[in-house]
């Protein structure tokens, strides 16, 4: 019983939303689009990023625009030129 109770009156931590009010998903903007690349250069998952369906969609379609025209790699190659083959 006493768990319970416990577990009810924890306080939780408010989180900051990923993406403030006042920035734009644009491919251009890529300050905002490198938080959701990972270091490999994948996109994360909408869970890590905590974000809605549709901002991950938006935010999916602008990293893959920078990626085309050329301001995001396709690949983060760093981690790969410190090994030799």
């Known amino acids: 019983m006493k768990q319970a109770m416990n577990k009810s009156k924890r306080s939780f ?6 993406i403030r009010s006042g920035e734009t998903i644009n491919y251009r903007n890529i ?3 490198r938080r959701f690349i990972s270091e490999q250069g994948k996109i994360l ?3 890590m990023n ?4 549709k901002q991950q969609r938006l935010i999916t379609i602008a990293i893959k625009r920078a990626r085309i025209s050329a ?13 030799n083959y």
């Open 13 to 18: 931590r408010r989180r900051l939303p990923p």
């Open 31 to 33: 300050s905002l689009l």
């Open 45 to 47: 998952s909408r869970r």
């Open 50 to 53: 905590r974000l809605t369906s």
């Open 71 to 83: 301001l995001s790699p396709f690949l983060n190659n760093k981690s790969r030129s410190s090994t």
